[in-house]
C-alpha cells in the first residue's frame, strides 16, 4: 500500500538557518510527489511538486525538493529560513492514474528570531 | 489554479445534530475530494464525488455518516451526520487541475 512518512514531528530552527524537512514515501510506481504548507488558520498551499524529469524542483518561496528514487525520498530545503515560514508541513503522494492525495503524517516547523 | 470556496468556516454544533458543508469552485471540475483533518493530525480523503454519479468513500467512511451531493461540476456538499465531537475536525474540499490538487480554505467544526 502507498505510504507517505514524514519522521520529524517537530523542527526548530534559528531565522537564517539552513532547513531540511525529511519525506519518504513506499509506493511500486513512479510516483507524483507533492509538498504542501498550512500556516495557521489558513489552507492548504502547494509548495512545489515532482511528477518526472530534473529530480531537483524549484517551488515558491524560495523552497526546493530532490526526488531521489534509490532512497524513496523527496526532501524539501531553503537555504536560509524566515520567520513567516514556521507553519505545517505536509509531503504527499499520488498514483498516476488516480487522484487521490495520501498524505504524511506532517512536520510542524518553528524558527527563532 | 482553481479558487474554492467553503461554507460555513466554522460552526460549533450539539452532538446527534447534522451539518451540510458547501464547496464551490470557479470553475468546472470532473471529480471533487472531501477530506477530514482531525486536530493535530495529517488529512485523510474521505470521499471522491464525481457529477451525476454516488460518491466513492475510503475505507472507514460510510454513506450513511457523510453523505454527499454533487448536482453540477462547480457545487459539491458533504454533510456530516449525527454528530458527536470525535467528528470535530477541520473538513476540506480539494479539486484537480492540470495534475494539480487545490484545496479550499476549511470548514472548523467543533462539536460539543
Known amino acids: 500500500a502507498q505510504s507517505v512518512t514524514q519522521p520529524d514531528i517537530h523542527i526548530t530552527v534559528s531565522e537564517g538557518a539552513s532547513l531540511e524537512l525529511r519525506c519518504n514515501y513506499s509506493?511500486?510506481?513512479?510516483?507524483?510527489l507533492f509538498w504542501y504548507v498550512q500556516s495557521p488558520g489558513q489552507g492548504l498551499q502547494l509548495l512545489l511538486k515532482?511528477?518526472?524529469?530534473?529530480?531537483l524542483v524549484q517551488g515558491i518561496k524560495g523552497f526546493e525538493a530532490e526526488f531521489k528514487r534509490s532512497q524513496s525520498s523527496f526532501n524539501l530545503r531553503k537555504p536560509s529560513v524566515h520567520w513567516s515560514d514556521a507553519a505545517e508541513y505536509f509531503c504527499?503522494?499520488?498514483?498516476?492514474?488516480?487522484?487521490?492525495?495520501?498524505f504524511g503524517a506532517g512536520t510542524r516547523l518553528a524558527v527563532h528570531p | 489554479s482553481a479558487v474554492i470556496s467553503q461554507k460555513p468556516s466554522r460552526d460549533i454544533c450539539q452532538r446527534g445534530t447534522s451539518l451540510t458543508i458547501q464547496c464551490q469552485v470557479d470553475?468546472?471540475?470532473?471529480?471533487m475530494f472531501w477530506y477530514r483533518q482531525q486536530p493535530g493530525q495529517s488529512l485523510t480523503l474521505i470521499a471522491t464525488?464525481?457529477?451525476?454519479?454516488?460518491?466513492?468513500?475510503e475505507s472507514g467512511f460510510v454513506i450513511d455518516k457523510f453523505p454527499i451531493s454533487r448536482p453540477n461540476l462547480t457545487f459539491s456538499t458533504l454533510t456530516v451526520s449525527n454528530m458527536s465531537p470525535e467528528d470535530s475536525s477541520i473538513y476540506l474540499c480539494?479539486?484537480?487541475?492540470?495534475?494539480?490538487?487545490?484545496f479550499g480554505p476549511g470548514t472548523r467544526l467543533t462539536v460539543l
Open positions: 509506493y511500486g510506481a513512479t510516483p507524483y
Open positions: 470553475s468546472q471540475v470532473t471529480m
Open positions: 504527499a503522494v499520488k498514483s498516476g492514474g488516480y487522484n487521490k492525495l495520501i
Open positions: 464525488a464525481n457529477q451525476g454519479s454516488e460518491a466513492t468513500y
Open positions: 480539494s479539486v484537480v487541475r492540470d495534475n494539480e490538487q487545490f
Open positions: 515532482y511528477f518526472s524529469g530534473d529530480t
